[in-house]
């Protein structure tokens, strides 16, 4: 190895020992009033009390703790939007805080951080200089990672979305036939819950969890209309509320409404047909086209090569 590689090996150790000194001593600093103070007011309901952190159950997380939550306060300041991750935490169906998640995405940021460096440090070993550009492509795999996560969790959303209208015919149906059969709302609600599994049955099993706490059936399913981001899942909540609270006919809401859902999904699949209606032609064009022009005209190019043989 040559003078500069020893020097660049040495800068990195001294760098990793002065970051874990930081750390270390930023660990040791005293608690806020608020760490202090929260525990012994736990019992005490508020809705926008910070997470209590936890306890920290190895040394990596003693040591790296502190400046992963630092990290992920800095990414919420500069990202910020937290209600928008609040709600599609919450259509996604993950039981995390936007802290937490914020977490995540430093981690994802620090993950592609050092892919990049490893990169970065091995294009210097094979041809030094450039050394700003590799330190800008490091930095620009790190908000890489975050975003990434972002978006994953954006994708999550959707294909949750996408189960619960799948599934919601069916659970609508059965609901309906319940109720028909002289059940209540409450438990036709436990008995789908009970024989169903899925992202709708979770979200209603959540309802009736809210249900047998004391909540009223109407605000119950009023306050999944809130937390949904589809419509008609919405509109199926408000129109149990409705039927509950006024007395109409709930067999019949239901059965609308499974209706309209096939009928949306079925118009949707055909205006998806549309739209792909080029890609759709590709393999025909492309595979099946020229396999039959060789099949029809292959032998006739056989009998006029032997012919003039």
């Not at 020097?7 to 760098?15: E, Q």
């Not at 805080?97 to 210097?124: K, M, N, P, S, Y």
Request: aromatic share 6%; proline share 5%; charged share 20%.
């Amino acid at each position: 190895m040559t003078l500069a590689t020893w020097g660049a090996v040495l800068g990195g150790l001294a760098a990793a020992g002065a970051l874990l000194v930081a750390v270390w001593a930023r660990s040791l600093r005293r608690a806020d009033l608020g760490v202090r103070v929260l525990p012994y007011l736990s019992d005490l309901p508020h809705p926008n009390r910070p997470a209590l952190p936890q306890v920290e159950s190895s040394a990596a997380r003693g040591v790296f703790g502190p400046l992963l939550r630092s990290a992920a306060e800095g990414v919420e300041r500069v990202l910020g939007g937290a209600t928008s991750v609040r709600r599609r935490l919450e259509r996604a169906g993950i039981d995390q805080t936007v802290h937490d998640f914020r977490v995540r995405q430093v981690l994802w940021g620090v993950v592609a951080f050092a892919v990049a460096a490893a990169i970065a440090v091995l294009e210097t070993l094979s041809s030094p200089g450039g050394s700003l550009a590799l330190v800008a492509f490091s930095l620009a795999a790190f908000a890489c990672g975050v975003l990434v996560c972002d978006n994953r969790l954006t994708a999550a959303v959707r294909d949750r979305e996408r189960l619960i209208l799948l599934e919601f015919p069916v659970v609508a149906e059965l609901l309906a036939l319940a109720v028909a059969a002289g059940e209540g709302p409450v438990a036709a609600l436990d008995r789908i819950t009970r024989r169903s599994h899925g992202a709708l049955s979770a979200d209603l099993d959540r309802v009736l969890a809210e249900i047998r706490t004391g909540a009223p059936v109407s605000h119950a399913f009023d306050a999944l209309a809130a937390r949904t981001g589809l419509p008609l899942v919405a509109r199926f909540a408000e129109g149990v509320a409705v039927s509950v609270e006024r007395g109409t006919p709930l067999a019949d809401v239901l059965h609308a409404q499974a209706a309209d859902v096939r009928e949306a999904g079925r118009r949707e699949l055909i205006e998806a047909g549309a739209r792909k209606e080029v890609l759709m032609m590709v393999p025909v064009v492309f595979l099946v086209l020229p396999v039959t022009v060789v099949f029809a005209f292959w032998p006739g190019v056989i009998g006029l090569h032997l012919a003039t043989a």
